[in-house]
C-alpha cells in the first residue's frame, strides 16, 4: 500500500505572524518557513506504518512554490521514500490543494493519505476532508489512533466527552490530531540521506485543473493590543475596582 502524506510549507510555529503593512495578508518575507506541525505528525505516522510493514512507499506531496523542496525534505529526513513538489507561485485554497492531491493520489495509485487536521497559517481545517469528498473516499478525521487489520483502517477519534472508534474500507483519507504520536527528532545522519531520496517536480500549470481562489481576502488586521495590567494594593481595592471599573458584579 502506497501512502500520500500532504506536507504544507507554513510560517513556522514559533515565529510571531506580522501583518504586512497594507493589512492584505501576513508578511512572510525573510521569516522562517517550516513544515505545518500536524504535517510532522503525518509523516511520523505514515512512516511509523512503513516500519509495521503495513505500507509499502511512503510519498510526501507539497502544493506550492519551489520552496517548498525544503519542506519536503524534511519529510524525507523524517523517514518518506520520496517526495513530489507541484509547482505555483499562486496562491492554493484547500479545494485547489485537494484537486492537486487527487492528481498525484491516482497517478501513484495511493490506497492512504493522511493530511493535517489544520494548516496553522489559513486554519481552514478543509483540505483533506475536499480530497476525501473529489474521491468518494472514506475520512476519519481528528485521528488519535490508527492500526491496519487487512482492508480495513481502525481509527480512533478524540470527541467531546469520550473517544470514537470506526473501522473504515480503504482506500481512505485520515486527518492528524495532535496526539496521534510525538514526531521523531530528525538526526544528521538522516538529513543527508534524506539528500539522495527522489523528488520529482511537477508544474501545477500543466495539469489542466481549474485551481482560482473562490474567496477574496477583504483585509486581514493584528489583534487588538494588550492593555497593561495594574497592580492593587489590597484585596479592598480589587474588589472596589471590579465593582466601580469593571462591572463585574
Ligand atoms: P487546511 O485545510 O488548509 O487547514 O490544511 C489541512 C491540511 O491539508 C494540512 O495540514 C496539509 O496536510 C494539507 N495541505 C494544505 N495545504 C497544502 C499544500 N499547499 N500542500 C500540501 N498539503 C497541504
Known sequence: ?????????????????????????????????????????????AVRLKEAGVASEVIAVSCGPAGCQETLRSALAIGADRGVLVETDAVLEPLAVAKLMKHVAQKEGAQMAIFGKQAIDDDAGQAGQMFAGLLGWGQATFASKVSVEGSSVLVTREIDGGLEHLRLKLPVVITTDLRLNEPRFITLPNIMKAKKKPLEVVKAADLDLDLAPRTTTLRVDEPAARKSGIKVADVAELVRR??????VF
Open 1 to 45: 500500500m502506497k501512502i500520500l502524506v500532504a506536507v504544507k510549507r507554513v510560517l513556522d510555529y514559533n515565529v510571531k505572524a506580522r501583518v504586512k503593512t497594507d493589512g492584505s495578508g501576513v508578511d512572510l518575507a525573510n521569516q522562517k518557513l517550516s513544515m505545518n506541525p500536524f504535517d510532522e505528525i503525518a509523516c511520523e505516522e
Open 242 to 247: 471590579l465593582k466601580e471599573e469593571a462591572k
